[in-house]
């Protein structure tokens, strides 16, 4: 290593520019006078001695009189101590800021992990208390029982609720009678299998936790609209779709309400078909500023990327599992409306609403 090279890691090691060329100098003369040092280095003459006395007690070298100030280098135990000292030190950060790369603190990602279940149903329970629109919900009866207050007063608060049971491994199936059902949600199914404990709540919330014969016991809690979407079809497409209905308030006649614009579309497409129009009330907020809406009018049209079936009354899922829009026409505007995660459309519908239909 040049001596250049030398002052410049001996600099990045904690030493001043004047330490530094001080000590290499002094390395290479192996004794000298505070003069000579000077004249060796870059470092001033008035600067000498201070220097001289820093490097001295930092215990690299030591200073005598002899006629004037001399000084010699220490062996070098004490300097190679700080530098292997400094290099560890250098290694661990250099550890911990790829480990802080590649897994960032769960808490500033708002991501909780915990170890027990009975923490995933205390704080779901504290946030479904707290929902002003929508929960999705697949529990066993056992769970339910649990939440059964907290999901009742949410029912009170006009959130749109929909639940899906299903059995503990190993145990009866056991079904809540339907005045329970009719306290605690809007709509009720029933899958015939074990399931893992999922929450969505207000399309922000996620609480997950694998079923109870599962290998790792753990539960997950995330606040992130976007982690929320994924287990949302996840809901929708294993916790909903397909199983047997057990309860719903849902009436097939106006008025009557959606919070997902997929079953509202499913629901109005026939009767759009045959010329009917409908009167409506969007809840939900302007994707260009994130203002609050609720804009009335009237449903003129829907759009979607996939293929219509003539001949299905109920579209089936899968064709509404890409771009899905309303056209809403007021007195004033033709706005377009989206659902969860809308971005291209006017507005993004977390309500939708079905006053009466407009005859042709």
């Not at 603190?105 to 208390?129: G, P, Y």
């Not at 649990?146 to 999901?151: F, G, Q, R, V």
């Not at 199936?173 to 009719?182: F, G, H, M, Y």
């Not at 929450?199 to 609209?225: C, E, K, M």
């Amino acid at each position: 290593m040049e001596s250049e090279s030398l002052i410049e890691t001996l600099e990045d090691a904690g030493l001043s520019p004047y330490q530094a060329d001080a000590y290499v100098t002094l390395l290479e003369l192996g004794a000298a006078s505070a003069t000579d040092i000077a004249k060796a280095s870059t470092v001033p003459d008035p600067r000498i001695y201070d220097v001289l006395r820093s490097l001295q007690e930092k215990g690299y070298i030591e200073t005598y009189k002899q006629d004037s100030l001399h000084a010699r280098a220490h062996a070098p135990d004490q300097v190679l101590s700080d530098l292997r000292d400094r290099a560890t030190a250098f290694e661990s950060a250099a550890d911990e800021i790829e480990d802080r790369w590649m897994q960032p603190d769960i808490e500033a990602h708002n991501v909780s992990i915990v170890k027990r279940m009975d923490t995933v149903l205390t704080q779901a329970a504290d946030l479904i208390r707290s929902a002003t629109n929508q929960i999705q919900i697949g529990l066993s009866p056992a769970q339910f029982a649990e939440l059964e207050p907290a999901l009742a007063e949410a029912k009170a608060n006009g959130v749109d609720i929909k639940l899906c049971l299903f059995p503990e491994m190993g145990e009866p199936a056991t079904v809540p009678a339907t005045d329970r059902l009719a306290e605690t949600c809007t709509e009720a199914r029933w899958r015939k299998v074990p399931s893992p404990f999922l929450a969505l709540i207000d399309r922000s919330w996620t609480f997950f936790s694998p079923h109870g014969s599962s290998t790792n016991q753990y539960g997950v809690i995330v606040n992130d609209r976007t982690h929320a979407y994924v287990f949302h079809w996840y809901f929708i497409s294993v916790l909903w779709e397909v199983h047997e209905e057990l309860y719903t308030e849902r009436s097939t006649e106006p008025p009557t309400s959606f919070v997902d614009i997929r079953h509202c579309v499913r629901s109005i497409e026939p009767y759009l078909e045959e010329g009917i129009e409908f009167d409506a009330t969007i809840t939900g907020y302007d994707t260009e500023t994130g203002a609050e809406v609720d804009v009335s009018g009237k449903i003129t049209g829907i759009t979607y990327a996939g293929v219509s079936i003539d001949d299905d009354e109920n579209l089936p899922l899968a064709q509404l599992a890409g771009e899905v829009s309303i056209t809403l026409e007021t007195d004033d505007t033709t706005y377009t409306v989206g659902g969860w995660g809308a971005m291209i459309e006017d507005l993004e519908a977390t309500r939708i609403t079905i006053n009466d239909y407009i005859e042709p």
